[in-house]
Structures are given as C-alpha cells and as structure tokens.
C-alpha cells in the first residue's frame, strides 16, 4: 500500500494515508484505506516552500500543471502586521 494524498471537495482539506487503486475507476485514482489524516496546513506550507525555492534570486516563479491550471509565486516582503 503506498501513501496517498488527496485532495477533498466537500471539506476543502488536503488528506494523507495510506491508498490503493480504486477498482472500476480510471488509472491513476486512489481511494484511501482506513485512517487518513488531515495535511492541509503542512501541503501549502510545502508548496510554498518549493516556491520559494524554485524561485531563487528572482522575484517568482511559474509552476504549470497541465490540464488543470498555473500557479504564479511573487515574492514579496511581509509587513509587520503581516508577520503576527
């Protein structure tokens, strides 16, 4: 069994746990296989991270994913209020 994430519609969460191929569906779909845990907060934070890091010195960066959309990351500077 191997480590899934997924994403959910109704809760608008990212979940983590273990998975398997979800017979009668199309390759490539997962179904989880009993206790999945909520990664939401930790995903984006990931996310951003290699952001960040795929940015490097420029000011941002560009991710495509192809048939679903783009992402575009613009670093700015946080404001002190911003931090809190």
């Given at each position: 069994m ?13 979940y ?11 390759e ?22 290699l952001?960040l ?22 670093k700015?500077?946080?404001t ?5």
């Amino acid at each position: 069994m191997a480590i899934g994430l997924g994403f959910s519609p109704l809760s608008g969460n990212i979940y983590a746990g273990k998975s398997v191929p979800f017979k009668g569906a199309k390759e490539g779909v997962m179904r989880f296989t009993g206790n999945k845990e909520d990664v939401t907060e930790q995903a984006i934070h990931a996310v951003l991270m290699l952001l960040l890091h795929k940015s490097g010195e420029d000011e941002g960066c560009k991710v495509v994913a192809p048939g679903i959309g783009c992402l575009t990351f613009t670093k700015e500077t946080p404001t002190a209020k911003e931090e809190k």
